[in-house]
């Protein structure tokens, strides 16, 4: 089973669509969960942390299942500028130590006229 | 504006060659890592870096690579040998070290290509 899973897409939306993207993770020590966005050919960049409380930023918003081992994204309103490749990131770290990111392989969003 | 910058950008080499790929922080960063992405997969761990020793690397990170912080600022990769299957973008990124903030933030990244 791989560490992070994601549905690969690619997702097609008009712009002003609802989108969601999921996410299963097989440690279940992990301790820390992100969602990045990859524009092609650029480096990762952070979107927002996700808390098992489930949390907002804008027309995004994350929320995490450790029970399940699920993580998901809800982009509402889509825009244009939204077309990315979306990232499933978890780490083991905790307390002192800053560990590695292990990530997902992404699910690839397009958002049309 | 970027908290840390990758130099080169794009680095082209022969196969067998010795390439160093290097990060500079603009501010004081005390945990360093470097990840690489071969074209089309996923983003991969190499190693973490903290308090001027490795932290933690992964299976990737065999003998050919090395990494070191020479002037307590630079950061950087080298890889001995290169071989065809390095070809990828290695992204360097930092974290804050602060207690319960594990985020990780990248640099623009250096696209190896080995011939």
Redesign the interface.
Known sequence: RKEVEQDPGPFNVPEGATVAFNCTYSNSAS??F?WYR?DC??????LM?VYSSGNEDGRFTAQLNRASQYISLLIRDSKLSDSATY?CVV?N?GG?S?????????TILTVHP | EPEVTQTPSHQVTQMGQEVILRCVPISNHL?F?W?RQILG?????LV?F?NNEI??K?EIFDDQFSVERPDGSNFTLKIRSTKLEDSA?Y?C?W?P?L?GE????????T?LLVL
């Open positions: 301790q820390s992100f990859q050919r650029k480096e990762p960049k952070l942390s990232l780490t770290a002192t800053y560990g590695k990111l292990t990530f997902g392989q992404g | 945990y890592y990840y997969q996923k983003v991969e761990f973490s903290y932290s933690e992964s973008m992204f990124a974290s070290g207690a594990e985020t990780q933030y990248f640099g623009p990244g696209r």
